[in-house]
């Protein structure tokens, strides 16, 4: 979770390879490289209000509802028609529920080409919550020291919504292409996991701006594993007969305390690997006279 961001980068170049199957690009092969010379400029100064006022906007994970709202507002101000704007049901089919599916914005195109996507998540981390984004020079960062500012993934946002809105203004000329405004990436890639891809308009090429460097194209990663671990311990009054029960929370602090002391939690070297873990979420106990029977 960056806590700042700058509003200026180099521009990035992408370099493409033919591939040696034909039914892996089949459609891209109609993708044209545009003349650098044609392409319009962007407005700088909008961009960055953009950006702005996304990052203003409260949205952890589950509360997308108003970051979508403003998004919604901002594209139809600019001319795009409201049916083709929609919310899909994700977050029906995620832990946290939530007040609002995915946001996908399909523009037909006005001329032939595989579809694209370009997409990012609304929401945030909780310690981003109440952020003050203050523009120093040419770097955003937030105005409040205790809160992060945010730019996960406001600023994909920006770029995104960004695009949108200048092919819009501008009538660019442009092929098919998806908008696609996740919910809940922060607790689980919840928004991308459950959307249909019918709804996306099944594109051939899909970007998406979350995090990294703006010359730097990311075309794989590991992946990660999720686990849920319940431990039971036995209860009894804390303040009569601790001595007959075993805590729950004491088992796991010393389950924790074992992973961290041999180099399993945090940053996990071993030999020529490395990888990554952490223990994010801990519930337990049902009140401070209990030993705590369970922890999960």
Known sequence: MPH???????????????????????????????????????????????????LKIPGISGQEKQVAEVIRKKLIDAG???????????????????????????????????????????????????????????????????????????????????TALEILRQKIDYPPITFFFAIQEEVGLWGARTVK????GKPKLAFNFDGGDVDKLTIGATGGERLDIKIDGIPSHAGVAPEQGVSAIAIASLAIASLHDEGWHGLVKKGSKRGTSNIGVINSGAATNVVAERAT
Do not use: W, Y
């Open 80 to 162: 795009c028609p409201k049916n083709l704007i929609s919310f899909d049901q994700a977050h029906k089919k995620t832990p946290l529920q939530g007040n609002c599916g995915n946001l996908i914005v399909k523009l037909p195109g006005t001329r032939r080409g595989p579809r694209r996507l370009l997409m990012a998540h609304m929401d945030t981390v909780p310690v981003c919550e109440g952020t003050r984004p203050v523009v120093k020079g040419n770097i955003v960062k937030s105005g409040n020291r205790m809160t992060g500012l945010g730019a996960d993934d406001r600023s994909g946002c920006g770029v995104v919504l960004t």
């Open 197 to 200: 891809a019918a709804d996306l």
């Open 4 to 54: 700042s961001t700058s509003t200026k980068k180099k521009p990035s170049r992408l370099t493409t390879q033919k591939s040696a199957s034909r039914t892996k690009t089949k459609g891209l092969d109609k993708c044209r490289t545009p003349d650098p010379s044609k392409i319009p400029a962007i407005d700088f100064t909008k961009a960055q209000k953009t950006v702005l006022d996304l």
